[in-house]
């Protein structure tokens, strides 16, 4: 089989205080044209090289705070199901899975508990306006 390039693109809207507004993804192997909305990525990748892991998470303010639960739940399931194909490693497998498992239930319990209006990252009460903006920043700074 000859080889082939897939693209992978990822595009974000910033305000002025440089925090994501709106992002956007598209795949050529996606099954899909154009580019997708989405309030939430993460992104890692591992530089052989310097041996070490490099990531993106990013979300917008209007990200529903339950639908972060779900991503960030839903993430650690995945982290579980790439450990198994790509080690084979049934103990650490198990272990990433137990939590991922225990953040489901945590998710499910909140989901119980919260009230029927939705609430947005951005929505809910931090120590300051600017914690909350600090934790949303990307590591570097990213321009429009």
């Known amino acids: 089989m000859s080889e082939r390039l897939a693209e992978i693109g990822i595009a974000i809207k910033l305000n002025a205080a440089h925090l994501p507004t ?18 939430t990525i993460n992104v890692t990748l591992w530089d052989s090289e310097q041996q070490q892991l490099s990531a993106i998470s990013l979300w917008t303010l209007e990200t529903p705070l339950l639908d972060m639960y779900a991503f960030l739940s839903e993430s650690l399931a ?20 137990d939590c991922a498992h225990q953040a489901s239930v945590h998710v ?37």
């Not at 709106?22 to 309030?39: K, P, T, V, Y």
């Not at 995945?78 to 899975?97: K, M, P, S, V, Y």
């Not at 508990?113 to 947005?120: F, H, V």
């Open 22 to 39: 709106s992002i956007q993804w598209s795949a050529s192997d996606a099954g899909f044209a154009g580019w997708r909305d989405c309030n």
């Open 78 to 97: 995945q982290l579980a199901d790439t450990c198994q194909r790509a080690t084979h490693d049934a103990e650490l497998t198990r272990i990433i899975a």
């Open 108 to 144: 499910q319990r909140t989901l119980q508990a919260q009230s029927t209006e939705s609430q947005s990252i951005g929505s809910q009460p931090t120590e300051s306006n600017s914690t909350k903006q600090k934790q949303n920043e990307p590591e570097g700074e990213l321009s429009s």
